[in-house]
């Protein structure tokens, strides 16, 4: 494979990342806080963009799950880098929209930010959620090609609201996978990355898989491992997440990250893509493209 090959490859597969976590994001929130058997009596497989929700919303509206990880692209695009200030600052302004939907320990930590300047939150064995988790694609994007400045980067933003080993361990693995599906590499290579983090974390083993799907970091990245792992496409991988309920934009948002980047941008389903804000779709395969380019690898290679 060419160097031009290599680089249109993985630009494809940025922008089936980024494309994939709005996608996951709006086909999940409607099934949001439903039980799998709820979601089964009232769609039978929730398999399109239907809206509504507790939060009412149209069909392919995304929620904080796209938004934050906007802030955070936004923020590297504007700086040519990473800035942790940046980034807190486009949450700030974010926050202050009064957004559809925010979970409380982001709320507080960005609220931190904005009433004592404070950008890390202090250690707290409560903050396991999944918010960090969330967000994390566009550092992911941006740090392709150098792990450390991947870890670094990645501590950084997530400690803005969320401090606990297991939503360090989740962040930075994510970090990880998604690096390793950017340049192509197999299912099975990223499997291999899960059993180096199930080693340090035996919390996260998802065989066999609990069936719970909450906002724990824990059950959310077991839910995410599940249904990627055991699907053979990025529809059915989103789908079988989805389909799960409980913090289902969020589960499929990180799930369509991830499926996103192995599959590519051409193996999600156009019945999704057209459902989502034009405008929004423009933006984020834009910045998708951007922050790549802007990586260690795009440098080197």
Same mark, same amino acid.
Request: neutral net charge.
């Given at each position: 494979?060419?160097?031009?090959?290599?680089?249109?490859? &993985?630009?494809?597969?940025?922008?089936?990342?980024?494309?994939?976590?709005?996608?996951?994001?709006?086909? *999940?929130?409607?099934?949001?806080?439903?039980?799998?058997?709820?979601?089964?009596?009232?769609?039978?497989?929730?398999?399109? +963009?239907? *809206?509504?929700?507790?939060?009412? /919303?149209?069909?392919?509206?995304?929620?904080?799950?796209?938004?934050?990880? /906007?802030?955070?692209?936004?923020?590297?695009?504007?700086?040519?880098?990473?800035?942790?200030?940046? !980034?807190?600052?486009?949450?700030? =302004?974010?926050?202050?929209?009064?957004?559809?939907?925010?979970?409380?320990?982001?709320?507080?930590? &960005?609220?931190?930010?904005?009433? @004592?300047? +404070?950008?890390?939150?202090?250690?707290?064995?409560?903050?396991?959620?999944?918010?960090?988790?969330?967000?994390?694609?566009?550092?992911?994007?941006?740090?392709?090609?150098?792990?450390?400045?991947?870890?670094?980067?990645?501590?950084?933003?997530?400690?803005?609201? %969320?401090?606990?080993?297991?939503?360090?361990?989740?962040?930075?693995?994510?970090?990880?996978?998604?690096?390793?599906?950017?340049?192509? @590499?197999? +299912?099975?290579? /990223?499997?291999?990355?899960?059993?180096?983090?199930?080693?340090?974390?035996?919390?996260? %083993?998802?065989?066999?898989?609990?069936?719970?799907?909450?906002?724990?970091?824990?059950?959310?990245?077991?839910?995410?491992?599940?249904?990627?792992?055991?699907?053979?496409?990025?529809?059915?991988?989103?789908?079988?997440?989805?389909?799960?309920?409980?913090? !289902?934009?969020?589960?499929?948002? &990180?799930?369509?990250?991830?499926?996103? !980047?192995?599959? *590519?941008?051409?193996?999600?389903?156009?019945?999704?893509?057209?459902? /989502?804000?034009?405008?929004?779709?423009?933006?984020?395969?834009?910045?998708?493209?951007?922050?790549?380019?802007?990586?260690?690898?795009?440098?080197? =290679?």
């Amino acid at each position: 494979m060419t160097k031009l090959s290599m680089q249109n490859e &993985i630009l494809s597969r940025a922008r089936g990342a980024f494309i994939g976590l709005a996608v996951g994001d709006a086909l *999940g929130a409607p099934a949001e806080f439903l039980t799998r058997g709820e979601i089964q009596s009232k769609y039978g497989v929730l398999r399109d +963009m239907v *809206g509504g929700g507790w939060l009412r /919303l149209k069909p392919g509206q995304v929620t904080d799950d796209t938004q934050m990880s /906007l802030c955070l692209a936004r923020a590297i695009r504007d700086s040519g880098g990473w800035t942790l200030t940046g !980034a807190a600052d486009n949450l700030a =302004t974010w926050l202050k929209s009064k957004p559809i939907d925010v979970g409380d320990t982001c709320r507080r930590g &960005i609220r931190n930010y904005m009433l @004592r300047g +404070m950008v890390e939150t202090p250690p707290n064995e409560w903050d396991g959620g999944n918010g960090a988790a969330m967000r994390t694609l566009p550092v992911a994007l941006y740090t392709l090609g150098d792990p450390s400045l991947l870890e670094s980067c990645t501590l950084q933003h997530a400690h803005l609201t %969320h401090n606990h080993p297991l939503s360090d361990a989740a962040t930075l693995y994510l970090g990880r996978l998604l690096h390793l599906a950017l340049t192509g @590499r197999s +299912m099975p290579r /990223l499997r291999r990355e899960v059993e180096q983090l199930l080693a340090l974390y035996p919390n996260f %083993h998802f065989d066999p898989y609990k069936g719970l799907a909450t906002g724990y970091v824990v059950d959310t990245m077991q839910t995410v491992f599940h249904c990627f792992f055991r699907s053979r496409s990025f529809e059915a991988c989103v789908v079988e997440t989805v389909n799960q309920g409980g913090d !289902a934009d969020t589960t499929a948002a &990180i799930a369509g990250a991830l499926a996103g !980047a192995y599959y *590519g941008e051409e193996a999600i389903p156009a019945r999704w893509r057209k459902k /989502l804000n034009k405008q929004l779709l423009a933006e984020i395969t834009e910045l998708s493209g951007q922050l790549v380019r802007l990586s260690p690898f795009f440098k080197v =290679t």
